[in-house]
Nanobody, 123 residues
Framework: QVQLVESGGGLVQAGGSLRLSCAASGRTFSDYFMGWFRQAPGKEREFVAAITWSGVSTYYADSVKGRFTISRDNAKNTVYLQMNMLKPEDTAAYYC????????????????WGQGTQVTVSS
C-alpha cells in the first residue's frame, strides 16, 4: 500500500505557474504508475496527466498539453506537475493517484489517492 500527499496548490493569476508535488510513502515508489487528476465544483473528476514507472513515457489530456509537464523523482518518492500558462478553467482540486499496473486515463483504474490540493486561477 502507498500513501500520497499533495502540496503546492494556491491562488495564481491567469498566465502564471504553479508546481504541484505528490510525496509517496509506504511502498517502493518506482513500482507505481502515477497520475494526476482534477475535479472542479459540479464537474466529474478528469484526467490531467500520467507517467510510467521509470518516467520514460508521459500522457496528457488535450486541454493541458503543451502547458503542463508531469515528472517524477524516484529517489525522492515524488511526482510533480509543473503547470504553466494557467487559465481560469484550470481551477480545480488536483489529486495524484497511483497504481502498480498501467492505469492510463481512467480514474477507476487507480487504487490509491491523495487528499487533493486546491488550485485557483483568477482572471
Amino acid at each position: 500500500q502507498v500513501q500520497l500527499v499533495e502540496s503546492g496548490g494556491g491562488l495564481v493569476q491567469a498566465g502564471g505557474s504553479l508546481r504541484l508535488s505528490c510525496a509517496a510513502s509506504g511502498r517502493t515508489f518506482s513500482d507505481y504508475f502515477m497520475g494526476w487528476f482534477r475535479q472542479a465544483p459540479g464537474k466529474e473528476r478528469e484526467f490531467v496527466a500520467a507517467i510510467t514507472w521509470s518516467g520514460v513515457s508521459t500522457y496528457y489530456a488535450d486541454s493541458v498539453k503543451g502547458r503542463f509537464t508531469i515528472s517524477r523523482d524516484n529517489a525522492k518518492n515524488t511526482v510533480y506537475l509543473q503547470m504553466n500558462m494557467l487559465k481560469p478553467e484550470d481551477t480545480a482540486a488536483y489529486y495524484c493517484a497511483a497504481d502498480q499496473y498501467y492505469s492510463g486515463r481512467s480514474d477507476r483504474e487507480y487504487d490509491y489517492w491523495g487528499q487533493g490540493t486546491q488550485v485557483t486561477v483568477s482572471s
